[in-house]
């Protein structure tokens, strides 16, 4: 199968951003394509850090990505 050539329309589609969210189990790191925290802001009590990722880093895989920004330090209540 022949490589496409990445477009613009494709870096686009790539997520955006690397956010840390509160997990069952301590911070959990995910990538979002935007930074949308919901109808009425339900999800912002559950955004522990977020950094928008420059363009060579989107398509790194989450778990390197978890690597290089650690989690942030979270108190237990």
């Known amino acids: 199968m022949a490589r496409r050539r990445t ?3 494709d870096t686009d ?5 690397f956010v840390w969210v509160r997990g069952l189990e301590g911070p ?3 990538k979002w394509v935007a930074i949308d925290f919901g109808v009425g802001d339900w ?3 559950l955004v522990l850090a977020w950094l928008e990722l420059p363009e060579d880093e989107r398509r790194l895989p989450l778990s390197m990505l978890a690597g ?3 989690p942030p330090r979270v108190e237990i209540s």
Request: proline share 24%.
């Open 43 to 45: 999800k912002r009590p």
């Open 28 to 30: 959990e790191p995910q």
């Open 13 to 17: 589609d790539l997520p955006r951003y």
């Open 68 to 70: 290089r920004y650690p």
């Open 7 to 9: 477009t613009e329309t």
